[in-house]
């Protein structure tokens, strides 16, 4: 698991073990390896032996963002894990501390412009909340301080204490910040929650972008190479744990859906990173839906005189090699400064790539 207790990754990973250790008969440890966005653990459950004794529990952004977000990923998502079930999540909560006195995003907007600049939780580059505060500040031209924080639990905690003046994650950490009134949920990324039908939507409140529809998905995997017969045998039983009354419940109190069968579903869950995963002729923002995301330090701006200087602080890096990217305005969000190509270096990769001349 690679995010720390309290989380609601974690409360999955638990339930989800519980009933597996009922059905085969063995203990199920749930051991949290946090840090780097999920990089740490996820990376960790590559190098485990496949022999089915270690089962990966993580979430999309682990598995999509960080294609895009980190620089020399040390696993690759479609080749080094065999997926067994998968459970998408409802919208996502996006939560102001009380002290804002904000009710709704244009509140919110209102209390940032008052104040001058913000604190804003986060549980890893490229994650949800920071796309999100990242997108909203764009739009909006309002100072964000993102503090990054090794998982959901504590980053809540901290908008309970007023550390933090906004936050946004899971509907099942977020719960206790908002029903305890130390928080309030002011908006929604997705579709509404049903526990709170009358809050609005980012979209419906104004907030623009295709980052605001995204859905966020909880999978189980076991490394790469691990025995067909031993997948066949874990997925059934995880996909099984939806009957057991207590996994029923973590389902309902976190708003996800049942477990879904992804071992042959190439449109499920590999088709999503295959879509989301970036490719020659396509922006790490379109990859990950940074419709609206800006770097947050100026190491990662274009130097001037550069063909991708501002204002459009254009920049072509995909992964390991240069890309391009036709859009005007193409901003990204990236775990370390970027190398810099020229127009030149562009067009020598891209050509060398497509087979195409670029002018």
Same mark, same amino acid.
């Given at each position: ?137 764009? /739009? ?21 204490? /007023? ?28 579709? %509404? ?11 419906? /409140? ?33 996909? /099984? ?34 879509? #989301? ?22 190491? %990662? ?18 992964? #390991? ?39």
């Amino acid at each position: 698991m690679p995010y720390p207790p309290g989380g609601q990754t974690d409360g999955i990973a638990r339930a989800f073990g519980d009933f597996l250790a009922r059905q085969v008969g063995k203990p199920v440890i749930v051991e949290n390896k946090g840090g780097a966005g999920g990089v740490i653990g996820v990376a960790e459950a590559k190098r485990a032996d496949p022999d089915g004794t270690t089962i990966l529990c993580t979430i999309s952004s682990s598995l999509i963002q960080n294609r895009v977000t980190v620089r020399d990923l040390p696993y690759d998502p479609e080749n080094d894990f065999t997926y067994l079930t998968m459970v998408i999540g409802a919208g996502g909560p996006v939560v102001a501390a009380k002290k804002t006195g904000a009710t709704n995003l244009r509140e919110f907007i209102e209390y940032c412009k008052k104040v001058g600049s913000v604190n804003w939780g986060s549980y890893g580059v490229g994650s949800t909340p920071h796309v999100l505060i990242e997108t909203i500040a764009k /739009q909006y031209g309002i100072k964000v301080q993102v503090i990054q924080y090794r998982g959901e639990a504590p980053m809540w905690n901290d908008v309970a204490g /007023q550390t933090l003046d906004g936050a946004a994650g899971s509907y099942a950490a977020a719960a206790p910040v908002i029903q305890a009134g130390t928080g309030n949920l002011i908006g929604v990324v997705g579709t %509404r929650l049903p526990p709170h039908p009358d809050t609005p939507t980012m979209t419906e /409140q104004g907030a623009v972008g295709d980052f605001y529809n995204l859905r966020p998905f909880t999978t189980f995997a076991v490394p790469s190479g691990t025995p067909r017969d031993i997948v066949d045998r874990l997925s059934p039983l995880l996909i /099984q744990a939806e009957t057991d009354p207590k996994v029923q419940q973590m389902l309902n109190n976190f708003i996800l859906s049942s477990p879904a069968d992804v071992r042959n579903d190439e449109t499920d869950l590999q088709a999503r990173q295959r879509r #989301d995963a970036p490719h020659p002729g396509r922006s790490r923002r379109q990859a990950v839906g940074l419709a609206a995301s800006r770097p947050s330090s100026p190491a %990662r701006f274009a130097r001037r005189g550069s063909p991708y200087s501002a204002p459009s602080r254009h920049r072509a890096d995909h992964g #390991d090699t240069p890309g391009v990217c036709r859009r005007v305005k193409c901003t990204v969000v990236v775990a370390e400064p970027p190398r810099w190509f020229s127009r030149y270096d562009v067009q020598k990769a891209v050509a060398e790539r497509t087979g195409k001349k670029v002018v």
